[in-house]
């Protein structure tokens, strides 16, 4: 079992990233989880965890806290107006079956090669923070026919593997289809709900062996994790929300895009170290 010093050192940690989290969900649509799967990984392997298995621990921990996250932003932007129901119900049945897939090809690899996945993405999505032009445009509605079959399950299984919810590939494809900005982060919020609950309920039932299994652990959900993550959350998502129909978020995204290609960058080391 862990020093008390270093377990107490952790919780303040995770109280920090979960206050920083709940903020970018509500601010910048792109999901707390993008920072937390990394946060989570450095902070359990700093407890003495590792194993093959460790990566689903933080993912699957992580897209439990984007269960409460997403439910809250997405009724703090519909206070505002500002979630399209036609995209979240036309959208979710694909984005579901892609989540599931995901789930089931996360728990069969090993925590390396999500790592490596994860990083990949991460950069991906990153990039696209740094340079995307409001402007850019691949059509003036969102998809139907054989292109939504196609996209939204693709939401699912990418953000699955990653932990995450869905703003970071949801914001990006909704305005890429012409969809206002505020209307996509908000939107996607309920994704994330789509997203997080059924991969949530697959990973409880996953067997994980004991040098990846943190205290408290049921399946891959650390409870210790989520429950400090959410005490965090819940106080601070409202008030990304409130930023984002208070100012422009670009500037954020640009030093948060740079940001993440960083965590990206520094995960791909350690995976292929």
Request: charge should be positive; charged fraction near 10%; glycine fraction near 12%.
């Amino acid at each position: 079992m862990p020093e008390i010093s270093l377990l107490l050192s952790m919780l303040i940690t995770l109280l920090f990233i979960g206050a920083f989290a709940g903020v970018l969900a509500g601010l910048l649509g792109v999901g707390g989880g993008i920072v937390l799967v990394p946060a989570f990984y450095y902070a359990f392997e700093t407890l003495g965890y590792g194993g093959a298995q460790l990566m689903q621990v933080c993912l699957a921990t992580s897209l439990a806290t984007i269960i409460v996250t997403s439910v809250r932003s997405v009724l703090s932007h519909n206070k505002k107006g500002a979630v399209d129901w036609e995209i979240l119900k036309t959208w979710a049945p694909g984005i579901a079956v892609g989540a599931i897939l995901g789930m089931s090809v996360a728990a069969s690899l090993r925590s390396q090669s999500l790592q490596v996945l994860f990083g990949c993405l991460a950069i991906v999505i990153g990039s696209y923070l740094l340079f995307g032009r409001s402007e850019w445009r691949l059509g003036q509605e969102m998809p139907k026919g054989p292109r939504k079959f196609v996209l939204s399950p693709l939401v699912g299984f990418l953000s699955v593997l990653m932990g995450i919810g869905g703003g970071s590939f949801g914001v990006p494809l909704m305005t890429l289809f012409n969809t206002p900005i505020h209307r996509a982060v908000a939107t996607a919020a309920g994704f994330g709900v789509v997203i997080a609950v059924p991969s949530v309920i697959g990973f409880l039932f996953m067997d994980v062996g004991v040098e990846s299994r943190p205290p408290y652990t049921i399946g891959a959900v650390n409870l210790i994790a989520f429950a400090v993550i959410i005490s965090m959350t819940l106080i601070t998502t409202p008030l990304g929300v409130k930023i984002a129909h208070a100012m422009d978020p670009k500037p954020l995204k640009r030093v948060f895009g740079g940001f993440l290609v960083l965590v990206a960058v520094n995960m791909l080391f350690k995976a292929l170290g």
